[in-house]
């Protein structure tokens, strides 16, 4: 985590007048003391930068800063570098207190939307208070995200994550790359394109021509094979590929035809990694581990498409986790957008590699999850478990195999 250049992390300024809990918010949202906090106005003096891996938004750096309402020699010192971390501010929070909204709020605000920095309102301590409800119609009106928080408590700091989330500059949210980073300029990969009754005629699905544009972009080739014809294309080769992808439905026959050595992965796990939060998933998965008979499970697919046969969220996936249980499993399919607004009912939530689907609603998804504490993963995660292969196909993410082998002994 702390590897992410600091250019490459999400600048959020958390910005407002003394003493309304800017630290306190920040400490609330990472849990942990980053910043101090008094009832002294003007405690935090300096900008306190904290990086961290903000799920489900991903690497960030938060930059609380110090109030800036008051005068003298000292306060326009804090003025101005207050005033310098607008500059590298690609997220803005404005905190108020709940009826402390006045000019001071309304300038920064201004000069946030002036500069074109998508901005978040949060009236903090709303637990002695209630914000001004005029104020936050205006805000709600001009389609600004305003959120009530009680730091103290903790109370909304799921609502102010969801507001970065949906506030968050689309360029951060779409993920870069799906595989290209794996492989390298100059370097191949291999995608195992099983042509069987389940894929469309004449075409190839979205995920395998993305995947081949991906790596095009990064000077990197790819060869396309079908399951059968692996062994050979491998035996071809005078290098090994860096890196074999499989569709799910072949993962068996594939990973017994890739060398140990070679790398080996699903379409839709670089999926659940480019559309969602890898790592996340990976600790959902391991929930399988402590699904009892009776469990309800959600299968939650991005697109209506047509279930042909033997469907992998309808027919595999159902009679593998049954026969891991070893009892009857209640699983509710829903399609497209879709989503139940409770979730409380289900033990695991198994969501579709959501090709179809931007990654902030898959985001969303993954937050609303966390925020019923129900544990989401993927298909390709959930295949490669249920066929004993998942420590293989996630050797191409060291952070994920590491969370994947510590919740392994922990369940031991
Ligand atoms: N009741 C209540 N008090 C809060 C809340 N959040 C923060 N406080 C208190 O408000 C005071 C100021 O909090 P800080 O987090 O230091 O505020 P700040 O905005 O960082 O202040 P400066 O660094 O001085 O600009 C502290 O005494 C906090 O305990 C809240 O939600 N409710
Ligand atoms: S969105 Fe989901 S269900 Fe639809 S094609 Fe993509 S992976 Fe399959
Ligand atoms: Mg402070």
Known sequence: MERTPKGLRLHIGLFGRRNVG??????????????????????????????????????????DTAGIDDEGALGEMRVARTRQVFDRT?????????????????????????????????????????????????????????????????????????????????????????????????????????????????????????????????DAYCMVVKERELRDALERLNRPPRLVVTDSQAFLKVAADTPREVRLTSFSILFARFKGDLN????????????KPGDRILVAEACSHHP????????????WLTQ??????????????????????????????SCMMNRREMLTRMLRCRQASVPITNYGLVVAYSLGILERALEPFPAALDIYREALSASC
């Open 324 to 353: 891991l249980v070893g009892g009857k499993l209640e699983f509710q399919t829903v399609q497209g957008h879709d989503f139940p607004e409770d979730l409380s009912p289900y033990r695991l939530v198994i969501h579709c590699g």
């Open 90 to 218: 690609d997220l803005a929070v404005v905190i108020s207190e709940p009826r402390g909204w006045g000019s001071f709020e309304q300038h920064l605000f201004d000069e946030m939307q002036a500069r074109g920095v998508p901005t978040v309102v949060v009236f903090n301590k709303t637990d002695l208070a209630e914000p001004d409800a005029a104020k936050v119609a205006e805000l709600v009106q001009q389609k600004i995200r305003v959120v009530r928080t009680a730091a103290v408590s903790g109370a909304g700091v799921l609502d102010f994550r969801q507001a970065l989330l949906d506030t968050a500059p689309a360029d951060f949210i779409n993920n870069p790359t799906i595989l290209a980073d794996l492989v390298g300029a100059g370097e191949m990969a291999i995608l195992v394109v099983p042509i069987d009754k389940e894929a469309p005629k004449g075409r190839l699905i979205v995920p395998q021509v993305q995947a081949i544009r991906d790596l095009l972009d990064s």
């Open 308 to 319: 042909i046969g033997e469907d992998i969220g309808r027919v595999k996936i159902p009679r």
């Open 22 to 63: 800017k630290s306190s918010l920040l400490n609330a949202i990472t849990r942990q003391k980053v910043s101090i906090v008094s009832e002294i106005a003007g405690t935090t003096t300096d900008p306190v930068e904290k990086p961290m891996e903000l799920l489900p938004l991903g690497p960030v750096l938060f930059i």
């Open 280 to 291: 996340e998933m990976v600790m959902g998965c391991t929930a399988i581990e402590r699904l």
